[in-house]
C-alpha cells in the first residue's frame, strides 16, 4: 500500500494521534467523511445535468431542483 511498510503506517498514525488527539480524531473523521459526501452529491448533480444537456431535456434535473430546495441562495445568507 503506497510502499509504506505496515511500521511506518502506524508510526504515521501515532505522530497524528499525538498531534490531534483522540478526542479530536472522531470529529475530524466525520467532517472528512461530511466532506466526500457532499463531494460525491456535488459529482451526481453535474452528471445529470449534463445528461440532461446531451438528451436536450430542459428542465433541471431532481438533483439540482433538491439542492435548490435544501440551500438558501447566497444573496439570502
Given at each position: ?13 501515532l505522530?497524528?494521534?499525538?498531534l490531534f488527539?483522540?478526542k479530536?480524531?472522531p470529529?475530524?473523521?466525520s467532517s472528512?467523511?461530511?466532506g466526500?459526501?457532499e ?7 453535474v452528471?445529470?445535468d ?5 438528451t ?9 431542483q ?9 444573496t439570502?445568507a
Amino acid at each position: 500500500m503506497f510502499g509504506l511498510s505496515p511500521w511506518e503506517l502506524l508510526l504515521i498514525f501515532l505522530a497524528i494521534l499525538l498531534l490531534f488527539g483522540a478526542k479530536r480524531l472522531p470529529e475530524i473523521g466525520s467532517s472528512l467523511g461530511r466532506g466526500i459526501r457532499e463531494f460525491k452529491g456535488s459529482i451526481k448533480e453535474v452528471e445529470g445535468d449534463v445528461r440532461a444537456e446531451i438528451t436536450g431535456d430542459t428542465t433541471a434535473s431532481s438533483a439540482t431542483q433538491e439542492t435548490a430546495q435544501r440551500q438558501p441562495s447566497k444573496t439570502e445568507a
